[in-house]
């Protein structure tokens, strides 16, 4: 386990819109990293102006909030404060949301998921390294410069595949889309299962996730 760090206070900013997992991330900044200045917000809207009128140096950030997705804003925190570190704490899927974060700015990224010791690593290596990133990630990072695409999963779909995701994320179901493409039934649906085969997910909920994230921003 990582000693505290002593006698150096860190202002950062914890940004969620769950009150008990700003409440956790507290308690654990504040074991290892004593001294530190922590500010708080559940929007998104307001983690800019947080960074710009508390001189945030590191800033722990959901990646999607009610009111939108946090990618976009990583470009802005960097510009409100170009050596800010920014640790995403999320529980979407590392292996498809991590580089997109990293491409944006991010220095670091940790599941919601992971145990208390791994998110102790997380703040310790942000406060001393001003990065974390766990093998899966620094694997992905390694794969990325042999293929580009992997930085967006939605290059895996077919042109056809991507056009009915989209029509999914917008609320149109089979028969809507069936009938919309001049398609039958269960052609859109064996395109659905070939989607979600794709992309590792299970559900339309995760599907419209990645089509907000990857695609529409």
């Known amino acids: 386990m990582e000693e505290p760090i002593e006698n150096n206070e860190i202002v950062f900013l914890l940004a969620d819109d769950h009150s008990i997992v700003r409440q956790g991330m507290a308690i654990l900044i504040d074991e290892v990293v004593p001294n530190s200045k922590i500010f708080q917000t559940s929007s998104s809207q307001q983690i800019v102006e947080m960074i710009k009128a508390n001189g945030v140096e590191i800033a722990v950030i959901d990646a999607h909030f009610p009111d939108g997705n946090s990618l976009h804003i990583v470009p802005l925190m960097k510009m409100a404060n170009p ?86 994320a917008e609320g149109y179901g089979n028969l809507e889309i069936a009938n919309s493409l001049d398609i039958k039934q269960n052609t859109v649906s064996t395109i659905k299962k070939n989607i979600f085969d794709k992309l590792k997910i299970e559900n339309l909920v995760e599907l419209i996730d990645l089509i907000n994230t990857h695609h529409k921003i």
């Open 83 to 168: 050596d800010i570190k920014i640790l995403v704490f999320t529980g979407l899927e590392e292996e498809l949301h991590v580089l997109k974060f990293i491409k944006a700015g991010a220095s670091g990224y940790v599941s919601k998921l992971s145990e208390e010791a791994e998110i102790r690593q997380a703040i310790s290596d942000i406060v001393h390294k001003g990065e974390y990133f766990s093998p899966l990630s620094r694997n992905l990072m390694l794969q990325l410069v042999q293929n580009p695409d992997l930085i967006n999963p939605l290059s895996r779909l077919t042109k056809r595949e991507l056009q009915i995701a989209e029509m999914y």
